[in-house]
């Protein structure tokens, strides 16, 4: 009997807060959240600007914080031997702390700043004694984590996984990015829209809880969505350029489609990575044309790191649970910034105002550097 992977409860971080009720009112509304950076000294950097949430979280509190949320959510499984599976780069602001005072009499504790130390925390906070995976492949983290708890459910392996990921904006990938000079010059990611000029960091996080259906089923839980199709797939194109045609990113988004049983006529709306670079923003429009062939033209795309930054190593995660909102609100968050049409970058990129739809199978896809690609599809419970 093939084995259904169900979603029962979730946790988040935007730069709007935690939970689903500040998404609704900015993501879905189009809001950006993007502001002068306070939890570093940003004068020094060509850019000062990103989606930055209140404080200065760590990312065991902020992953603690979404999975107890999640748990909650979910009715409170039982979680003794899940797996933990977490998207992160590490908590680089104990590894900050280090080098700033590595003379001092007393070291600091930089065991955070370890990406594997970040599934591991979460996992002895919850009381779970089950494996533990850390994912560290960029932008695609959070996305992988998901998708290895669907994959080790759909085994056998585990009838739970809570997986996710986390990102909070630090001065260490800050400084790469803008050194990079990756930054949007105005101040505002506007992906797809001709006039784009770059990506801005976010704060960000999600937590999901996985589950085996048939066991969530019977335990009374609520499915919020299911899984019914996943795809990972690379190109190895270039070190940091996306293949020109998108050829990974299709691909797995065929798998996606292929293992969930059904056609591209079939998918309501695609939650897209959607940078806001120039080269992403075409390479991703001509996959999404290759995967969904004619009717590309007709499933409406857009990019909710408009309005929340890029999150890097949560954003597979978080847009994961944007695209859930979505899925069973019935409404299709908008590409906020969006005010030219761009020639290469043809398809419907919901504007600036989010748009009523019934919505049956949403795709959510990632990519990152190195040519890694991921695609989750979410089917309505």
């Not at 829209?193 to 066991?215: P, Q, Y």
């Not at 923003?281 to 995967?291: L, M, W």
Request: neutral net charge; hydrophobic residues 40%.
């Amino acid at each position: 009997m093939k084995r259904e992977v169900a979603i029962t409860g979730f946790g988040a971080l935007s730069a709007f807060g935690y939970g689903e009720e500040p998404i609704r009112r900015h993501v879905f509304a189009g809001v950006p959240g993007f502001r002068p950076v306070t939890r570093f000294a940003s004068n020094r950097y060509r850019s000062s600007i990103a989606a930055e949430s209140d404080g200065c979280p760590r990312q065991r509190e902020v992953l603690l914080a979404c999975a107890r949320a999640a748990l909650s959510m979910a009715g409170s499984p039982d979680i003794a031997r899940s797996a933990v599976l977490v998207g992160t780069q590490g908590d680089f602001t104990t590894l900050h702390a280090f080098w700033e005072n590595a003379g001092a009499p007393r070291m600091v504790d930089i065991v955070e700043s370890v990406a594997a130390s970040q599934s591991e925390l979460l996992a002895a906070a919850l009381g779970i004694d089950g494996r533990t995976v850390a994912f560290n492949n960029g932008c695609v983290a959070g996305s992988n984590a998901i998708i290895h708890g669907c994959e080790l459910i759909a085994a056998g392996k585990e009838d739970c996984a809570i997986a996710g990921g986390c990102y909070v904006l630090d001065e260490e990938f800050f400084a790469k990015f803008d050194s990079g000079k990756a930054f949007a010059k105005d101040g505002r990611l506007r992906a797809f829209s001709a006039d784009r000029s770059g990506l801005l960091l976010g704060d960000g996080a999600a937590v999901l809880v996985l589950e085996e259906k048939g066991r969530a089923l019977a335990r009374g839980a609520r499915c919020l969505a299911t899984i019914p199709g996943w795809g990972m797939a690379g190109d190895g194109f270039h070190v940091c350029q996306p293949h020109p045609n998108g050829d990974g990113l299709a691909a797995a988004i065929r798998k996606a489609l292929r293992r969930a049983g059904i056609g591209p006529e079939e998918v309501s709306y695609v939650n897209a990575h959607g940078t806001g670079t120039r080269l992403n923003d075409i390479a991703e429009t001509r996959a999404i044309k290759q995967a969904l062939g004619d009717v590309a033209r007709r499933v409406p795309v857009s990019s909710t790191k408009t309005t929340t930054g890029h999150t890097l190593e949560a954003s597979g995660a978080l847009e994961t649970v944007i695209s859930l909102i979505a899925l069973r609100d019935g409404v299709i968050p908008p590409t906020a910034g969006y005010s030219a049409p761009d020639g290469e970058c043809d398809l419907d990129y919901v504007p600036n105002e989010p748009r009523a739809a019934r919505l049956h199978r949403v795709l959510n896809v990632s990519s990152a550097f190195g040519g890694i690609n991921t695609a989750i599809l979410l089917g309505s419970a």
